[in-house]
């Protein structure tokens, strides 16, 4: 019964359908909760101080009901997704709820969708990582399966590494940085994997066309099923979706530098 305690994980889109339901000021439930609620308990709250005893570890990862609550994202974030997309498209917000879905939205996208999907992406079956890169769709960031895991695991807290700040590096510059050269990245790393592996650039090995050929199909299914405008709010919900990663991206490595040894390693 005490695992039970990991459904709290599906507040946030709890949250976010009761915002998008009685619109107004309660579609900042979400960001409020997260942004301030939440730090406010974990301020308060005993912090942990042991880790689980080797039975306990063998146990718990036996159990499926982790897995189960993990999979479960796929349907729920997409669910709350369309809910959100069609009550934009067929009522009238204001400008603050606009706002305001923009950001429960995202935050849900980001929160649920890319870090389970940072989990998903590094399990040893295959349809599990399809998960996980099914989970960035909604941030337009599927990419992040390629570079994440190909590169930044490689070139964590060196200079070659977008997803690392620098010591001194503002939030600013360094989202700028990181969104766009892991991007580049990506295509980087994808093109040197078709080349070891004797394919060509139209080959359907090429994740990174697949992954384009997906999102921009993804934008123009919700501007043909909603409408255009529709497009445009989905593509402000991945910014902040993947904007939330990067918070993290900067608050893990900010200022850590590896040294290099006489090898190259």
């Given amino acids: 019964m005490k695992d039970l305690k990991y459904l709290t994980a599906y507040i946030v889109p709890i949250l976010c359908v009761i915002g998008i339901y009685y619109r107004g000021f309660a579609l900042y439930i979400t960001p409020l909760m997260v942004f301030t609620i939440v730090p406010l308990i974990e301020l308060i709250m005993p912090s942990l101080t042991s880790n689980l005893d080797a039975e306990s570890k063998e146990s718990k990862l036996k159990n499926k009901l982790f897995d189960i609550l993990l999979w479960l994202n796929v349907p729920i974030i997409f669910s709350v997704l369309i809910y959100g997309l069609y ?24 929160s649920n969708g890319i870090n389970v999907a940072h989990e998903l992406g590094h399990r040893q079956e295959s349809w599990e990582r399809f998960l996980g890169k099914i989970l960035l769709l909604p941030s337009l960031y599927m990419h992040f399966y390629i570079e994440h895991n190909y590169g930044h695991h490689v070139n964590a807290a060196t200079p070659e590494d977008p997803a690392s700040a620098r010591y001194n590096e503002s939030l600013y510059a360094f989202w700028w940085r990181s969104v766009i050269n892991q991007y580049k990245n990506s295509w980087s790393i994808q093109n040197r994997l078709l080349i070891v592996n004797d394919q060509s650039f139209y080959s359907v090995k090429n994740d990174m066309l697949w992954y384009t050929v997906i999102q921009l199909s993804y934008l123009i299914i919700i501007g043909l099923s909603f409408s255009w405008m529709t497009s445009i709010i989905a593509l402000c919900i991945a910014v902040v979706g993947f904007s939330l990663l990067e918070i993290i991206n900067y608050l893990e490595h900010y200022g850590l530098r590896r040294v290099q040894k006489k090898s190259g390693r």
């Fill in 87 to 110: 009550m934009y498209s067929i009522s009238n917000f204001e400008t603050y709820e606009v706002i305001g879905l923009i950001f429960t939205l995202g935050i849900v996208a980001g």
